[in-house]
């Protein structure tokens, strides 16, 4: 079955303690992309990859970093997350190729708190 | 102001009204335009996509782009509960991967 996987779905943690949240997707493809949701804030981009090796800055990526060695794997890693971090995440993934680029999997969702 | 602008709702309506959602952008380069629909505690999965202006249709569900006026509609024919869901429009530039994301409109059909 094509998907997305994260993990975890749920983590509660405490402020400055390295956390990880990893996304891995089976279908092959180049994109993949972080984002959170809030309430009345919407979906907003954190990071993306092109490929692997390949990473670039969304709208809010201070605080997150991520790396990209593999193609179907994306981590999220929180070096000292904040109270502000705690949101909900996902990761998604798309082909990059003419009118499939905007066909995105999104996976389940990690719901992060930070105390 | 914001690229995209939704309103956030809650849109409720009664099972088997017709549905308009609808979305409003400032980036003159915008040229795809997706709809994506996401359930309470799911990832948003992607429901309809349109290229310039013009109507498609795909069952009950009809996407309408007005660039002219540049603004987005998602119009749900013989709404059903199980539609309730929050409605995301996306719209992206040419030559750009990234779509920009609305903050969504929640929708309740109600039995």
């Known amino acids: 079955e094509a998907q997305v996987t994260q993990n975890p779905r749920y983590l509660i943690t405490v402020t400055g303690k390295k956390l990880t949240v990893t996304c891995s997707q089976n279908?092959?493809?180049?994109?993949m992309s972080w984002y959170r949701q809030d309430p009345g804030l919407g979906l907003r981009q954190i990071y993306y990859?092109?490929?692997?090796?390949?990473?670039d800055k969304g709208d809010v990526p201070e605080g997150y970093k991520v790396s990209r060695k593999e193609k179907r794997n994306f981590p999220l890693i929180l070096e000292s997350p904040s109270p502000n971090q705690t949101s909900l995440y996902f990761c998604?993934?798309?082909?990059?190729?003419?009118?499939?680029?905007?066909?995105?999997?999104f996976g389940p969702g990690t719901r992060l708190t930070v105390l | 102001q914001k690229e995209v602008e939704q309103d956030p709702g809650p849109l409720s309506v009664p099972e088997g009204a017709i549905v308009s959602l609808n979305c409003t952008y400032s980036?003159?380069?915008?040229?795809?335009f997706m709809w994506y629909r996401q359930y309470s505690r799911k990832g948003p999965e992607l429901l309809m996509y349109?290229?310039?202006?013009g109507n498609k249709e795909d069952g009950r569900f009809t996407a309408q782009v007005d660039k002219s006026s540049k603004y987005i509609s998602l119009f749900i024919r013989d709404s059903q509960p199980s539609d309730s869901a929050t409605y995301l429009c996306?719209?992206?530039?040419?030559?750009?991967?990234?779509?920009?994301f609305g903050r969504g409109t929640s929708l309740i059909v109600h039995p």
């Open positions: 996306a719209p992206r530039a040419g030559g750009s991967y990234i779509p920009t």
């Open positions: 998604a993934s798309s082909l990059l190729a003419s009118g499939v680029s905007d066909t995105q999997y």
């Open positions: 990859s092109m490929n692997v090796e390949v990473t």
């Open positions: 980036n003159s380069a915008f040229q795809y």
């Open positions: 349109t290229y310039s202006s």
């Open positions: 279908m092959n493809h180049e994109y």
